[in-house]
């Protein structure tokens, strides 16, 4: 079996319209969302054995604060396809994962996100900031996941707790 968790970076700042959008931080919300939504994930005992992540400041900046929570210190994969990319990009990036990864952690942006959960498990509500999609996949390998071996799990995000 495998397990995907779809995450949403976290809420990011607008207010300097100069920076390009790449570089948009997180707000004080986001960081704070961030971590909150880590410890729900690790209260699931669910965390992840390989993270991917869109290189953007306020994708990056939502995997380093969540990653406290997990204790992870192994490499972070960057993928520059995953800002700004479509469903096929996205799934492409996961069916390439080595088979040894049992949970993978995707962190990117919408509305690649949002098609990718509907792609894969029919998932058809908008992905809100640092809200999280959890797939289970009944496959040995990345390359074999579909629509057709998926089951949702559950769809986390802050506002639903707070």
């Known amino acids: 079996m495998k397990t995907l968790c779809i995450i949403r970076h976290s809420k990011s700042s607008w207010k300097d319209i100069a920076l390009d959008d790449f570089d948009r931080p997180l707000t004080q919300k986001g960081k704070d969302d961030a971590l909150f939504m880590a410890k729900k994930?690790?209260?699931?005992d669910i965390s992840p054995n390989?993270?991917?992540?869109?290189?953007?400041?306020?994708?990056?900046?939502?995997v380093n604060i969540m990653k406290t929570q997990w204790q992870y210190d192994k490499e972070i994969v960057y993928n520059k396809k995953i800002y700004d990319s479509n469903m096929i990009n996205l799934k492409n990036i996961i069916k390439n994962l080595n088979s040894n990864f049992e949970t993978a952690f995707l962190v990117g942006?919408?509305?690649?996100?949002?098609?990718?959960?509907?792609?894969?498990c029919d998932f058809l509500k908008n992905i809100a900031t640092t809200g999280i999609v959890i797939i289970n996949f009944d496959c040995d390998k990345w390359d074999e996941i579909s629509n057709q071996n998926s089951k949702f799990i559950k769809y986390i995000y802050p506002k639903k707790y707070k």
């Open 41 to 44: 994930l690790s209260d699931m």
């Open 50 to 62: 390989i993270i991917i992540s869109s290189p953007s400041k306020r994708a990056e900046s939502t």
């Open 109 to 120: 942006h919408n509305p690649g996100l949002n098609m990718l959960a509907e792609d894969l």
